[in-house]
């Protein structure tokens, strides 16, 4: 049985689990030849993205809906969340080693990314929109907050269109391995800042990006 103590240390390693389905309860290692990670100075903000942020008609909330960011991530048709994996999440935000990044509209959970960390590595689960923009809008604040918290490594896992059109990379798994090292030997606190306005995180994303 996968417990949070397995997870970690496979992290630590360089590994991932992942299942075929939501109804597979077997779990397999992963060790991709190719990692995608976010390089935290290089997050992409388009003008439409930029225009999104601007509008404020969302609130931003971290790890107060952290069950419900992690299933609605899992409820699409084919997800690699199965059951084992939603406990373990579970367990590791209560450990304080799993948390959320929210967007909010009209009283209503509209997008989210969760995330394991160690040391000062994020290591990127998943995320899902409902509405446009919602998980463009929840990255954008998720990297202002690693930047601001100390975190060196934002591991995506694998690359798709969508995150290499916001700045997302490939990297090999020796180049992969050796950022994760020096992540774990550092300390980060994702709980620790506060949540920006619009102005102040872009002037700060645009500024380095």
Same mark, same amino acid.
């Given at each position: 049985?996968?417990?949070?103590?397995?997870?970690?240390?496979?992290?630590?390693?360089?590994?991932?689990?992942?299942?075929?389905?939501?109804?597979?309860?077997?779990?397999?290692?992963?060790?991709?030849?190719?990692?995608?990670?976010?390089?935290?100075?290089?997050?992409?903000?388009?003008?439409?993205?930029?225009?999104?942020?601007?509008?404020?008609?969302?609130?931003?909330?971290?790890?107060?809906?952290?069950?419900?960011?992690?299933?609605?991530?899992?409820?699409?048709?084919?997800?690699?969340?199965?059951?084992?994996?939603?406990?373990?999440?579970?367990?590791?935000?209560?450990?304080?080693?799993?948390?959320?990044?929210?967007?909010?509209?009209?009283?209503?959970?509209?997008?989210?990314?969760?995330?394991?960390?160690?040391?000062?590595?994020?290591?990127?689960?998943?995320?899902?929109?409902?509405?446009?923009? =919602?998980?463009? /809008?929840?990255? $954008?604040?998720?990297?202002?907050? @690693? *930047?601001? #918290?100390?975190?060196?490594?934002? !591991?995506?896992?694998?690359?798709?269109?969508?995150?290499?059109?916001?700045? =997302?990379?490939? /990297?090999?798994? $020796?180049?992969?391995?050796?950022? @994760? *090292?020096? #992540?774990?030997?550092?300390?980060? !606190?994702?709980?620790?800042?506060?949540?920006?306005?619009?102005?102040?995180?872009?002037?700060?994303?645009?500024?380095?990006?």
């Amino acid at each position: 049985m996968l417990t949070p103590e397995m997870m970690l240390a496979g992290y630590a390693r360089g590994i991932f689990p992942m299942a075929e389905s939501r109804d597979e309860s077997h779990l397999h290692w992963v060790d991709p030849r190719r990692r995608g990670i976010f390089p935290l100075e290089s997050f992409h903000i388009s003008r439409s993205l930029a225009r999104a942020i601007r509008q404020e008609n969302y609130t931003i909330r971290t790890d107060s809906a952290f069950s419900a960011v992690v299933r609605s991530c899992a409820s699409r048709p084919e997800t690699w969340i199965n059951a084992p994996l939603l406990a373990v999440y579970d367990r590791l935000h209560a450990m304080g080693h799993a948390h959320t990044l929210e967007v909010w509209q009209e009283g209503d959970l509209t997008g989210g990314v969760f995330g394991v960390t160690l040391g000062a590595a994020f290591f990127g689960e998943s995320m899902f929109s409902l509405r446009t923009d =919602a998980s463009k /809008i929840a990255l $954008a604040y998720l990297v202002d907050r @690693l *930047r601001q #918290a100390g975190f060196t490594l934002f !591991d995506t896992q694998f690359l798709t269109p969508h995150l290499a059109s916001l700045g =997302a990379i490939e /990297i090999p798994r $020796a180049a992969y391995h050796a950022q @994760l *090292r020096a #992540a774990l030997a550092r300390e980060a !606190d994702f709980t620790l800042p506060e949540v920006p306005d619009p102005h102040s995180l872009l002037q700060r994303m645009t500024h380095t990006s």
